[in-house]
């Protein structure tokens, strides 16, 4: 099989991504169990968009409920952020109401002490805000599902 010359391409990049503030989009927003089997968490997929790292993937999870209060007290707070950078002033019942939700988020890696043997630094998600692009198509749209009054989700009984 033959096929025509070309010019050799730069290596495709794995590894972590460099440190620092992108624009990401939401692509999914789940409810999970925690991995022990305690509490839940909300999975957030983020994808960068470029033009560096464009269509990168980044994950967050937020502990929401937790047998440490501290743990989940964090948890609740950094999905706070999570909400106001989307552009909501209170928590969405539905957690597909951030899907789509154009903010910027600041990477980082992983403690290295805390990788195990034989594994990469990974990236982490240390802040979120609304993002800041001028474009009207890339705006974050207001939320087109019905918002909680005034009681987030894991607080109702």
Do not use: H
Request: aromatic share 10%; with cysteine; hydrophobic share 35%.
């Amino acid at each position: 099989m033959k096929f025509s010359k070309f010019e050799m391409k730069a290596p495709t990049q794995y590894g972590p991504i460099i440190p620092g503030n992108y624009d990401a989009s939401v692509s999914e927003c789940t409810w999970k169990q925690n991995s022990s089997g305690t509490g839940e968490i909300i999975a957030v997929k983020f994808i960068i968009l470029g033009p560096t790292f464009n269509n990168r993937v980044v994950y967050s999870n937020f502990n929401i409920r937790n047998s440490s209060i501290k743990a989940e007290e964090i948890g609740q707070q950094q999905f706070s952020d999570f909400a106001r950078a989307c552009g909501f002033d209170s928590i969405a019942d539905d957690t597909d109401a951030y899907v789509g939700a154009v903010i910027n988020i600041k990477i980082g890696l992983e403690d290295a002490t805390k990788v195990e043997p034989g594994k990469e630094q990974r990236n982490i998600v240390l802040a979120y805000k609304k993002a800041e692009m001028s474009a009207p198509e890339q705006s974050v749209q207001s939320p087109s599902k019905p918002v909680a009054a005034s009681v987030p989700p894991w607080a109702r009984k």
